[in-house]
């Protein structure tokens, strides 16, 4: 039999406690004095640990502008044998007469930070030094103009001559001698100087510079300079400042105009809505404005989220430069008729819409129901105003005196494209002539994604020109810009329906349509569109297109014709409105087929229906 001997070894961990790390400041706080425009008062303070080493890590002021503090004395490092002296200064150049107070924090490495507390009492300034008499200046002028001038005084309480140099840290300060001499300042010798503003590059609004006046003995001066530019009006003229809207529960409004002009140069750096019902897109010009080149918007009011009742909603224009234009906006909803359900029918009353990859178009049947009319009025209206309404393909406003019938809903392609990803309401308003609180609402719905096969975008602005001239007069001239976003070159179709009355010119783009040329460019492109009364001899209307194709293989998918419609499996819908549309080659290539197998089984002898 073995024995088997178990041995225990049972071991204890002292730790001998740590004590943490600090630093002392001696003294916590301090009291110093000062005059205004004097020199700086300063005050040692001794830092001390209470363990072998503290790091200092960070020194800081919460009142930087008067307030410092360095080690001047010792290092960053400091023992219970080697302690650091820490000087604190307070600056009394800028500082009005009165009572101050900050605070300095020393922070260590490990352990609590300590703070020092300074009360600085100021004092008024000494009758020694250079002064300055007004203390401050305050100019208006109006936008584009320069303020009238104003005397600034510059003495010296000593009679010990001090040279003065005259700065300012904005561009728009001029300041110029008119008596005494700057190089020679003295008790018995002030300089006097005439100070001006000027807004010839400022836009409307209140600015703020300084003046700094540094003699050779002694502190700085600062006098500072307000400047109202334009009486404080907005950098943006809107005219109207403000838009009154109605529309019934449900409805969104068909859209206002509002012209953007300004007296400079000036960018609109983004559009600020401070209610969800209100938007807002450009529809002349562009977000760029100034005296010559102005622009306009199209403001949208949308209810279909909203009860009955009046809401107030703000439209913010934020410039580059100058104050923002903030554009008022009062809308009134009604309850309408049984919530958007009139007497008058549809056969659909809701269509969503997808771009570029979904359903763009489609057919809404609308007929007299119960109402008892021959006819009926519509209001069109969309987001952004991409709804074309009727074979005639009609925007957003109002159309009375519409006969019942079928018409075509569509989705502009060409507003489409420059939307940026989102959701964008539409609505039709069908209104009872006889009776305007019947109403039947059709909801339209346009949802535009980012799609990586959908062509680059190409659009043109303005998206059309207009002249007017008497026959024989001189030739008038605009600028038309055809912007691409692809490295794809991009074909330009220009076509005339009243012979060569017009000429176009640009890079790589020249000629007169008589009656149609083409030409291709890259890129974004500026063209000269010039029309020459010289040779039209009627008075009427003259009018002329431009198609302009990406041409590339992806964008290639659509092509310009005139075929009746058919469904995605061939059947016939009816002819295409009038005039000339995109019809999709894959769509065209199925009519080929199905006309070829119709052909070939009555070749056959087979009796076949329906079809083209």
Known sequence: MKTFLLLFVVCFLFVAPVSAQSLTASPATLALTGNTGSAASTQAVVLTATSDSVAISAITSDQPSWLTASVTGGSFTVTANAPATLTISANPTRLAAGVYIGHITVAPGTGPTITITVTFTVGAASGSGVGANPASLSFTAPVGQTSPSQNLTISNGSSTPVLVTVGSDVSWIAAQVVSGNVNSVASNSPAVLSVSANASNLASGTYTGHLAITPSIGDQIVVTVTFLVGNGNPTILASPPGLTFAATAGQITASKSVAL????????????????????????????????????????????????????????????????????????????????????AVDQSSFNFQYPDGALASTVTISAGTSGQQAFNVTVASQGNWLRFAAS?????????????????????????????????????????????????????????????????????????????????????????????????????????????????????????????ACSFVGTQTFTITVNPANLINQGKYSAGAIVKNTAKHAALFEFGTQARHTDIGANRGSMPPGRVFITRAIKARRQMYTALKDLLVRKGLLVSGGE
């Open 261 to 344: 002009t300004s007296a400079i140069a000036v960018t609109i750096t983004s559009i600020n809505y401070d209610v969800p019902w209100l938007s807002a897109v450009v529809t002349s010009g562009t977000l760029n404005l100034g005296p010559n080149t102005p622009g306009s918007l199209a403001v949208t009011a949308s209810a279909t989220t909203l009860g009955a009742g009046t809401y107030t909603g703000h439209l913010s224009l934020i410039p580059d430069i100058g104050t923002p234009t903030v554009i008022t906006a009062t809308l009134t909803v009604s309850a309408g008729g049984s919530s958007g359900v009139g007497t008058i």
């Open 393 to 517: 393909r009609v925007p957003a406003g109002t159309y009375n005196n519409v006969q019942f019938g079928q018409f075509p809903v569509a989705v502009d392609t060409t507003v489409a494209a420059n939307l940026p990803a989102g959701t964008y309401p539409g609505s039709l308003a069908l209104i009872n002539p006889a009776n305007a609180n019947d109403v039947t609402m059709v909801n339209l719905t346009l949802t535009v994604s980012s799609s990586a096969g959908a062509p680059a975008a190409v659009s043109a602005s303005p998206a059309a020109l207009s002249f007017t001239a008497s026959p024989g007069s001189a030739s008038q001239s605009q600028f038309l810009t055809l912007i691409s976003t692809s490295t794809a070159p991009v074909q330009l179709n220009v076509t005339s329906f009243n012979g060569a009355f017009f000429s176009i010119s640009g890079a790589g783009c020249a000629g007169s349509p008589s009656p149609s040329f």
